[in-house]
């Protein structure tokens, strides 16, 4: 379908978590390809298992079962130094850009961290250079930024300072979950325009794991919809929006907000019985592929 | 307004500095109905959350009150003292913030943050505590048979509707939810919200509600206040904010929301 092969591919991916007497599955058949210069968003509900997924990528969580590929080659070294070698190339940016900076560092400290420890051919003077460089990369002022601690930058500003510290790595692969949702419309803007700049000039591949269905289709070519573990549709962000197949998939895009429609207006109503209906079918078992176009397919109970 | 639920008279609150103080808040004044839904709306770091602390008092140091004043069904939140505080919150004035779900107690189990608080507000046996925990669940979409597990157990979306539940416990006046959804994804969303409606006109509470989204703050508010640097610029019902904003930040707000159903927002539509 792409041009570019996938820098990380899942294939029939399940992991099932255990809580005393509950089976919670959080993965079930996965399978899906990142490709460089490509934005694949992932949407669904609450709980449905996108954090999971993404800790599989980062290979945070081992799977049960399927593989983790890596340029076509099964991921197996589980060692400090493959876990090491694969996280320089794969990187996540998380939801809340405070909690993952530490406050008592300074930004210059931040960048330097990941430099000393990925980029050892650096030294002296070419640190310092390399850091101003990727403080510009991400639109921050080296000069006024560096010196600064996290409290001292906006939301926007500290998420930015997160997607320095991934390409500081020199990740080629990132997966960024929720990552302007604590941040305000207009600064989201300014996140996401960047992340797709970077996905176009470094030829990065992005995993979008957002509740924002509005952003997916601002910055992702495709899409997947994802419930109890499963995703039930997936292709063409803009085949998936238009012309959506699965019933959980239609409810998740007439829920987006509307401020057309007031929650007063009885139509706009989301008659809880019919949720129920529908998220009681998106639980089960799909093993069924079926193609709705070029590149849109969806899951169904029944062949 | 006649007898507003809450009034804020013009309020003022700093955050006091060792060599300058900051005013996050600059003389705001607006009034909620018993019932309504009043929505802060405007930029990060406008003082949203400031002022949502502050309403039951949580806003801690340096944060400072330095002016205005605060009205909770006609009693003068600061005027309480520290007995008639620990009734006022929860009791009269409940709150969902940000990060709540991860503000539950990580060691005890669900049923038992609900008995916690309905055993010191109401005297309630566990078993009392139980059949309400279960009602609550059941309100928020979440099956009574898990309130048994820990909160780890739960998906961050999850844990925010059980805190939500938590937050409908006691019946309180005035729920005070500062993003409250911004971690679910938007059925989730919608039924919570869309619940909470129902509610509020079954139960007469009030809602603050603060959000990013714009869109779903329109559908869900009767009236909106939108902030700009501590100050309230605009404020009017929903429908005004909306379709005939005035202010130019307001208009500048709209600019930048990024719309799913309709074509792009509307740049400047008044000359
Ligand atoms: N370490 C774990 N132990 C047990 N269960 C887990 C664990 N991690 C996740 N789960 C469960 O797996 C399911 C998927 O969780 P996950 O965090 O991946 O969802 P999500 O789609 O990211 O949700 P959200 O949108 O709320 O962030 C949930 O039911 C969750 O409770
Ligand atoms: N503890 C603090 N010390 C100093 N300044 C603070 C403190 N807490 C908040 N502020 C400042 O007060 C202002 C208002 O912050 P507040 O958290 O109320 O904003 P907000 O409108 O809720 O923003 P957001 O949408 O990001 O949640 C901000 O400029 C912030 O930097
Ligand atoms: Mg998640
Ligand atoms: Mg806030």
Wanted: net charge neutral; with cysteine; aromatic share 6%.
């Amino acid at each position: 379908m792409t041009a570019n092969p996938a820098i990380v591919s899942l294939q029939n991916i399940g992991k099932t978590f255990h809580l005393g007497a509950h089976t919670v599955r959080g993965a079930h058949d996965l399978s899906f390809d990142l490709h460089s210069g490509r934005t694949l968003a992932l949407v669904g509900e609450s709980g449905s298992g996108k954090t999971t997924c993404a800790r599989i990528i980062m290979r945070e969580y081992i799977a049960d079962e399927g593989q983790l590929l890596f340029h076509g080659t099964p991921v197996t070294d589980n060692t400090p130094k493959g876990l090491k070698q694969y996280r320089k190339n794969v990187q996540m940016i998380f939801q809340d850009p405070f909690a993952s900076l530490n406050p008592a560092h300074t930004v210059d400290y931040h960048l330097r961290r990941p430099l000393a420890l990925y980029r050892r051919d650096l030294k002296g003077k070419a640190v310092t250079d390399e850091i101003h460089a990727l403080l510009r990369q991400v639109e921050l002022d080296p000069e006024l930024v560096a010196p600064k601690h996290p409290h001292d930058l906006s939301g926007g500003q500290r998420q930015r300072i997160n997607i320095a510290r991934t390409l500081a790595v020199g990740a080629k692969v990132i997966i960024a979950d929720e990552p302007t949702s604590m941040l305000d419309v207009s600064v989201r803007q300014g996140v996401l325009e960047l992340l797709n700049r970077m996905k176009r000039d470094l030829g990065l591949a992005l995993l979008y794991i957002t509740h924002d269905v509005a952003t997916a289709h601002y910055v992702a070519e495709d899409i997947m919809v994802m419930y109890g573990g499963q995703i039930l549709e997936w292709g063409d962000v803009n085949a998936v929006l238009s012309n959506p197949q699965h019933d959980y998939t239609r409810m998740l895009l007439s829920a987006v907000p509307n401020p057309e429609i007031r929650f007063d207006d009885p139509q706009s109503r989301l008659d809880p019985t019919a949720v129920n209906a529908v998220r009681e079918q998106a639980k089960q078992l799909h093993p069924h592929v079926k193609t709705a176009g070029p590149n849109h397919f969806y899951r169904h109970t029944a062949a | 307004m006649n007898n507003p639920l809450l009034s804020v008279q013009d309020l003022s609150i700093e955050y006091v500095g060792d060599k300058t103080d900051f005013r996050a808040v600059d003389h705001v004044s607006f009034d909620v109905a018993p019932g309504e839904v009043f929505g802060l709306a405007g930029e990060s770091g406008c003082g949203k959350s400031t002022i949502a602390f502050a309403i039951s008092r949580l806003h801690k140091p340096p944060a400072l009150i330095c002016g205005g004043e605060i009205m909770v069904a006609g009693r003068s939140v600061l005027d309480l003292d520290a007995n008639e505080l620990a009734r006022f919150r929860w009791d009269e004035v409940a709150m969902v913030f940000q990060s709540a779900m991860n503000s539950l107690n990580p060691v005890l189990r669900i049923e038992s943050q609900f008995h916690d608080l309905l055993k010191r507000h109401r005297g309630y046996s566990k078993a009392q505590s139980r059949e309400r925990c279960a009602e609550l669940l059941k309100l928020v979409d979440i099956p009574p048979d898990r309130m048994r597990d820990y909160p780890f157990q739960f998906s961050g979306g999850m844990r925010q509707r059980i805190v939500i539940a938590i937050c409908l416990a006691l019946n309180p006046k005035l729920i005070v939810m500062d993003e409250p959804t911004t971690a679910l994804d938007v059925v989730v969303q919608r039924e919570i919200l869309q619940r909470i409606n129902e509610l509020r006109r079954e139960l007469g509470f009030s809602v603050l509600f603060i959000t990013h989204d714009l869109g779903l703050m329109v559908q869900f508010c009767d009236r909106i206040g939108i902030m700009l640097d501590g100050k309230l610029v605009e404020q009017g019902t929903a429908d005004q904010i909306y379709r005939a904003p005035t202010h130019d930040y307001t208009k500048k707000l709209w600019a930048s929301f990024p719309s799913f159903h309709g074509p792009a927002p509307r740049q400047e539509n008044a000359q």
